[in-house]
């Protein structure tokens, strides 16, 4: 196998792990919701030191409705809070916010605070952060086509594919599951397709550079094949057995 990838254009991420985190600590579950917080800041802060182009989180997903009533009432809460809180810094930064994911259903408060910090970092080239919000992805798949019935289209891959909520950017180089669960829970079904899969034993709030900076080696040392063989990817005079040596990240 022989591989040298470069840095992922973009990467996804199941921040999955808060409430054990918290739990472990005797506190409330939304204590860890909070540190996951500030896991997200320092992930956000990597990703712009790394030159990535697009940062896409599970905030919150179409499923979360069903947990207990306070917790969800205080993870939008805490999405409104924090929103005030960091958008500065993420205009300094160079970062833009985009929401993918259903509003309807979404408190006014809620859906006011998306739109605003969405209009206040509209300008910022730097690193695009999707926040997925009110998403799933049988949601995303479902909506895509009602679009494109609704436009009389044919289904076809490429129609259905530009109109998925995430057709903004392209498809994620590598997803990350925290949290030591190894599943996809209904995150980018459609745009998982040809993505690298990196799972990691950490819990969310635990996950820092270190953390991030072994799931993008780890990405580097992968073969990317899309469906062809390694010959045809790597050329057929190269040993497919030869390891490259993992890329400097920093
Ligand atoms: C999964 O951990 C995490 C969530 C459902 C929420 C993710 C939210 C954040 C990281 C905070 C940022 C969010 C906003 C609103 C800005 P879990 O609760 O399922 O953890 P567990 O598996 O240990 O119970």
């Known amino acids: 196998m022989t591989a040298n990838l470069s840095i992922p254009r ?4 199941v921040m999955d792990g808060n409430g054990r985190w918290a739990t472990r600590r005797f506190l409330p579950r939304v204590a860890g919701h909070s540190q996951g917080v500030d896991a997200l800041r320092r992930c956000v802060k990597t990703c712009v030191d790394r030159d990535v182009e697009v940062l896409t989180v ?3 997903s179409s499923e979360n409705w069903n947990r207990p009533a306070d917790e969800v009432s205080c993870l939008m809460e805490l999405l409104v809070l924090a929103l005030g809180r960091e958008v500065p810094q993420l205009r300094q930064d160079g970062v833009r ?4 994911g259903e509003r309807a259903g979404l408190s006014e408060r809620v859906t006011l605070g998306l739109e605003q910090a969405e209009s206040l970092t509209a300008d910022n080239k730097r690193l695009l952060l999707n926040i997925c919000f009110n998403y799933g992805g049988r949601w995303d798949i479902a909506q895509a086509a009602a679009k494109v019935a609704g436009q009389g289209l044919p289904v076809t891959e490429k129609n259905l594919g530009e109109a998925m909520a995430l057709a903004h950017v392209p498809d994620p180089d590598l997803i990350i599951r925290t949290g030591g669960e190894q599943r996809i829970s209904n995150f980018l079904l459609w745009q998982a397709a040809y993505a690298e899969l990196f ?8 996950f820092d550079e270190a953390a991030l900076d072994e799931a993008i ?11 062809q063989t390694s010959s045809q990817v790597n050329g057929p005079g190269i040993n497919e057995k030869t390891v490259l040596p993992l890329r400097q990240t920093a």
């Open 97 to 100: 916010l985009l929401f993918v």
């Open 199 to 206: 799972f990691s034993s950490k819990l969310w709030p635990e």
């Open 58 to 60: 599970f905030a919150f």
């Open 10 to 13: 973009h990467i996804a991420i």
């Open 217 to 227: 080696a780890a990405y580097q040392h992968r073969e990317r094949r899309f469906g």
